[in-house]
């Protein structure tokens, strides 16, 4: 890659590319993109696209301590989170994906949760998590349901392609999510 910036062609060849994710035992919240898209693919860095707004909402929503770049991802295993995608491979948009991808991908993701046993799960993408879960009817915030163990969130996408939530709403509905883990955490040590 030259630079910061994929070419044109680096974003092109990366069409199919993986990702490898972010991923260690017994995280607070295992955040689940939809798939990687080009310019993650080509530079190997989950919400790497400049106008993504998952970082900066991250921080906003007091996840972390500061925003952190795409190419710092793996400072995030440190704050006990992590990042998979329901469908692993990289394409220019999510609605490349057939529905059959996204549930092979949510019995993936299944066996993921089980082996690594995060807290939560919170699925960044709401068609993507009904298609995926076949819970047409789901809205965003706390799921009836759990995978495994691990309490199921949903939350908007992030992708400066989805202009029904800013920066702000999508912090407000990320920072529910982290209220939720601090409660579980005053549960487990007092």
Not at 10 to 23: F, H, M, P, R, Y
Not at 182 to 188: F, L, S
């Amino acid at each position: 890659m030259s630079g910061d910036r994929p070419s044109t062609q680096e974003l092109e060849a990366a069409s199919g590319a993986t990702i490898d994710d972010v991923l260690a035992p017994d995280l607070k919240v295992l955040f689940c993109g939809i798939n990687p898209g080009l310019w993650s693919g080509a530079t190997g860095c989950h919400f790497a696209r400049p106008g993504n707004r998952f970082w900066p909402v991250l921080h906003a929503s007091g996840f972390t301590p500061r925003e952190l770049a795409p190419q710092e991802q793996s400072e995030l295993l440190g704050l006990g989170l992590g990042i998979t995608n329901l469908v692993a491979r990289a394409s220019a948009k999510a609605a490349e994906l057939s529905e059959e991808e996204l549930q092979a991908g949510a019995q993936a993701l299944t066996a993921k949760v089980r082996r690594y046993r995060p807290r939560w799960v919170a699925v960044v993408g709401i068609t993507a998590y009904r298609a995926a879960f076949g819970a047409k009817r789901a809205t965003f915030g706390e799921q009836d349901r759990t995978i495994g163990d691990a309490g199921v969130w949903v939350l908007p996408n992030p992708s400066g392609l989805n202009a029904h939530w800013n920066a702000g709403t999508l912090a407000a509905e990320f920072g529910q999510l982290r209220q939720a883990v601090m409660a579980g955490d005053e549960c487990r040590c007092g």
